[in-house]
Structure formats: C-alpha cells, structure tokens
T-cell receptor
Framework: AQSVAQPEDQVNVAEGNPLTVKCTYS??????LFWYVQYPNRGLQFLLK??????LVKGSYGFEAEFNKSQTSFHLKKPSALVSDSALYFC????????????FGAGTRLFVKA | SQTIHQWPATLVQPVGSPLSLECTVE??????LYWYRQAAGRGLQLLFY??????ISSEVPQNLSASRPQDRQFILSSKKLLLSDSGFYLC????????????FGEGSWLTVV
C-alpha cells in the first residue's frame, strides 16, 4: 500500500539552530512530493514541492527540502529556526498513478524555543 | 492569482440539525476540489473529491454528502448531524497545470452539541 511516514510526532529545537523534519514515503514510481505548514486554527499552507530535477528544493520562509530517491525520503530543513516556525508540518506525496489522491503524513509538531 | 474561500469559519449546531459548508475557488477553471476533515489537530482525512461539475467521489462512508453545482463551488452537507461530525473541515483545490499541488481554505470549525 502507498504511504507516507513522518516518524516524529514532535521536534524540539532551539531558536537559531538548524531544524529537520523527517518524511519517508512508499509509493511506486517517481511521485510528486510536498510540504505544508499549519498554524493553529488555520488551513494548511503550501511550503514547497519536488517535481523533478535538483534534489534540493527551496520554498517559502527559508525552508528547503532534500529529495533522496534511494532512501525514499523528503526531509524538510531550515538552517536557522525561528520561534515563529513553531507549527504543525505535513509531508504529502502524489503518486503518478492512483487517480487524484494525494497522501498526507500524520504531521509533525515543531516547537522552537527562544 | 487563485484564491479559495470557505465559510462559515465556525458554527455550533445541535445534534440532528442540517449542515451546509460552502467553498468557492476564484482565478482558475475546472479545478479538482476536495473536502477534508482534521481531527484533534493532526491527520487529514479525505472525505470527498470532485473532478468536475456533478462528479463526486466519496472516500469514507458517513453521515455527510458533497455536491458541486458549479465549476468552482463545492458544498459539504448533512441532513442530520451527529456528535461525531464535530471537527475541523478543510476545503481544497488543485489543478493539473500545477502538478496537482493542493491549496487549502482557512477551514471551518464545526461543533455539534
């Protein structure tokens, strides 16, 4: 079955330190990969996507993600965390087959401490 | 640019009452439209999706229904709400021309009492 895993329910990091939020997937073929952020009581906001090409993708608010085909991973990163980055982050995968179904991970809560 | 509007933002409804949540998308044509529910501030559950007017696919059998009366309008309904229908409902859209990137509305908080 096709799936997306975000192995950490919560990530804690100090402000100014680098952050990584992990995502691995299990789908056939070469999927489209996405990251979203959700602030409390808000809808999900699109951060970045990988379609093809350079494995390092840059997105909004200084975030980037690295696609690793051999490890089927798409980890979200930021060189220097801000307290305002504290939010819920979702990884999502859209297989090239399977209709119109994008698969979302369960989410990882990021806490950035001042 | 494209925008998505979803309303109402919050509502409190008694058990057994009807429900109507509405969503419209502007700035695009023939989008794919979605209704998700998010429980306890975590995972997303896809409830319905639509690839065109009058075309609705249901992902989870439940007390809810969806309709798409116009190209950019998507409505989530219920004839009789249950307590278990409480949650955060998100409308979303995507488009083939943008690799099906999904864009979400601001959500609707439903509390059934």
């Amino acid at each position: 079955a096709q799936s997306v895993a975000q192995p950490e329910d919560q990530v804690n990091v100090a402000e100014g330190n680098p952050l990584t939020v992990k995502c691995t997937y299990s789908v056939s073929g070469n999927p489209y990969l996405f990251w979203y952020v959700q602030y409390p009581n808000r809808g999900l906001q699109f951060l970045l996507k990988y379609i093809t090409g350079d494995n390092l993708v840059k997105g909004s608010y200084g975030f980037e993600a690295e696609f690793n085909k051999s490890q089927t991973s798409f980890h979200l990163k930021k060189p220097s965390a801000l307290v305002s980055d504290s939010a819920l982050y979702f990884c999502a995968v859209r297989p090239h087959t399977g209709g119109f179904k994008t698969i979302f991970g369960a989410g990882t809560r990021l806490f950035v401490k001042a | 640019s494209q925008t998505i509007h979803q309303w109402p933002a919050t509502l409190v409804q008694p058990v057994g009452s009807p429900l109507s949540l509405e969503c419209t998308v502007e700035g695009t044509s023939n989008p794919n439209l979605y209704w998700y529910r998010q429980a306890a501030g975590r995972g997303l559950q896809l409830l319905f999706y639509s690839v065109g007017i009058g075309q609705i696919s249901s992902e989870v059998p439940q007390n809810l229904s969806a309709s798409r009366p116009q190209d950019r309008q998507f409505i989530l309904s219920s004839k009789k709400l249950l307590l278990s229908d409480s949650g955060f409902y998100l409308c979303a859209w995507s488009w083939q021309g943008n690799w099906y990137t999904i864009y979400f509305g601001e959500g609707s908080w439903l509390t059934v009492v």
